[in-house]
């Protein structure tokens, strides 16, 4: 399992229209894409330009959606009052439980992170 994930400073006033790209743009745009997964969206609880994290979960497939995420951070950044950085990621491990107490999603890598296979020269996600 990969991930991508973008890193903003919002200011209070520009939060809206950050979610809204992300609500009613992005997660539509890679809801049909079959390496798909899921998404998290987490806010800081501190300062006057929070941190705003936006993560999509794939099973693999990354240079599929890698346009489209250009354009997302293209967009986050002509927002007044927002700052951006996107970087990848090899999910190693992920578990969450419902509020019942059952895991409803858990996941794991099963073959050897991106830093591994490309120690030994067969990094197939380079340039992520």
Avoid at 10 to 28: S, Y
Avoid at 55 to 75: K, Q
Avoid at 91 to 98: E, N, Q, S
Wanted: glycine content about 8%.
């Amino acid at each position: 399992m990969m991930s991508r994930q973008v890193t903003m400073f919002v200011e209070a006033k520009a939060l809206p229209a950050v979610l809204a790209a992300l609500v009613d743009e992005v997660v539509p745009a890679y809801c049909p894409m079959p390496q798909f997964l899921g998404f998290t969206v987490l806010q800081s609880d501190a300062g006057l330009r929070p941190e705003v994290v936006a993560t999509s979960y794939w099973h693999d497939g990354l240079e599929e959606s890698a346009e489209l995420s250009d354009r997302f951070v293209g967009r986050i950044r002509a927002i007044e009052g927002v700052t951006a950085a996107k970087r990848t990621f090899d999910l190693l491990f992920a578990t969450m439980r419902d509020t019942e107490g059952g895991f409803c999603v858990e996941g794991h890598r099963s073959e050897a992170p991106r830093a591994a296979r490309a120690a030994n020269g067969a990094d197939d996600h380079a340039g992520d």
